[in-house]
């Protein structure tokens, strides 16, 4: 045990003497530093969507009998496509994500898509009132967008949480009418948000834990707590890297026959490889405790350690299966294979399952996905 300590100390002093782990080891701090500053940056823009209200087909004059029907129809389609533009125009919401551009011609609307200035469109089709009206939303709305374009989900709900609440807002306003009360649809959503804002309603409201150890509030509306990047998922990544180059210094020494007459082989390859894994997982386990109750850091230490182990076990196991020169030339390959099918910059198992499937080959993302 003594030897095998002397030698992970030898090892840790030999990483000293490598540039590529100085610079390894000053991307930790480097990244705590500016993922939350790239973060509120982003946080700080909203997603231009264009949206067409396309206007409603004449209905064909029907017999006197039906007329006041069909007036209250009409009256109703009027009500709630006024409460969605209402919905879709407010303003003075500092934290709303998306922002809302009425446009009268579609044609102008695809342009500006085609050409940067919006993100997206949004077109409520000529029967989009009727189609409400009778629960049919089978094409009813149009989202149009851009390639490459991943926020389709996100606009689609908030899309859809704002016209139900104009909805809700007309029946309301009608069950209101029924009772002798005249009141504009606006006027009751004008009324939920203030006494929303003042805690005077029921509302559903959820708090996700964030890296930082703050807390994300979020609503039915879309809120601008978006993380752009994960802090957590940078620095396992940052981790995940130095155990492979730690796999493939242990490689090398094995070939070389270093440090023998020191320590057996099997010791030597096991304390060449944790030298670079445990002041990474240490940095790793010591920003995720940052700002943590006194209850979340024992499991967030014990999660950074039991990572590490399972990459040192994995890392031990290929130094000593693989050879020098396979390790060099797989490297690169195993390590974007990793960024891609792992969620760290972005997820491409929500549009593309296969590749969900192969991430769960990688320890990383067992790790992400432990903490949500």
Not at 170 to 194: D, H, M, N, T
Request: hydrophobic share 40%; charged share 25%; aromatic share 12%.
């Amino acid at each position: 045990m003594r030897r095998a300590v002397i030698c992970l100390w030898m090892m840790i002093k030999r990483m000293g003497k490598h540039p590529v782990y100085w610079g390894l080891f000053m991307l930790f701090p480097a990244v705590l530093f500016l993922v939350p500053i790239f973060n509120s940056a982003v946080n700080e823009e909203q997603i231009s969507v264009g949206y067409v209200m396309e206007n409603a087909k004449p209905r064909e004059e029907g017999e006197s009998e039906y007329q006041q029907e069909e007036e209250k129809r009409q009256e109703y389609d009027r009500q709630l496509l006024e409460g969605i533009e209402y919905k879709l125009s407010e303003k003075g919401k500092d934290n709303e994500l998306f922002q809302y551009i009425k446009y009268i011609d579609e044609g102008e609307m695809l342009e500006e898509i085609l050409t940067g200035e919006l993100s997206c469109g949004v077109i409520f089709d000529e029967e989009f009132a009727e189609k409400f009206r009778k629960q049919d939303y089978y094409r009813c709305i149009h989202l149009y967008l851009p390639e490459g374009m991943n926020a389709g989900g996100m606009v689609r709900e908030d899309i859809f949480g704002r016209v139900y609440q104009a909805g809700s807002a007309v029946w309301y306003a009608e069950l209101l009418e029924g009772q002798g009360y005249r009141i504009e649809p606006e006027e009751v959503l004008e009324k939920f948000a203030e006494y929303q804002e003042q805690g005077r309603v029921f509302s559903v409201n959820y708090e996700v834990q964030t890296d930082d150890g703050g807390k994300a509030q979020s609503t039915a509306e879309s809120r601008k707590e978006v993380q752009a990047l994960s802090l957590r998922g940078v620095l396992a990544f940052l981790v995940f890297l130095t155990a492979s180059l730690g796999a493939l210094d242990s490689s090398r020494d094995r070939k070389k026959g270093a440090g023998k007459g020191i320590a057996s082989s099997s010791v030597l390859t096991m304390v060449t490889v944790l030298a670079p894994i445990l002041p990474a997982v240490l940095f790793l386990a010591g920003a995720m405790v940052s700002g943590k109750t006194s209850e979340e850091i024992l499991p967030e230490f014990c999660g950074a350690l039991l990572y590490g182990f399972i990459l040192w076990l994995l890392a031990v196991f290929f130094s000593r299966t693989l050879p020098e020169r396979v390790l060099e030339g797989g490297m690169p390959c195993f390590l974007l294979a990793a960024l891609l099918c792992c969620p760290v910059f972005f997820d491409l198992g929500e549009t593309i399952p296969l590749i969900g499937y192969i991430s769960k080959a990688f320890p990383l993302t067992w790790y992400l996905n432990l903490w949500g």
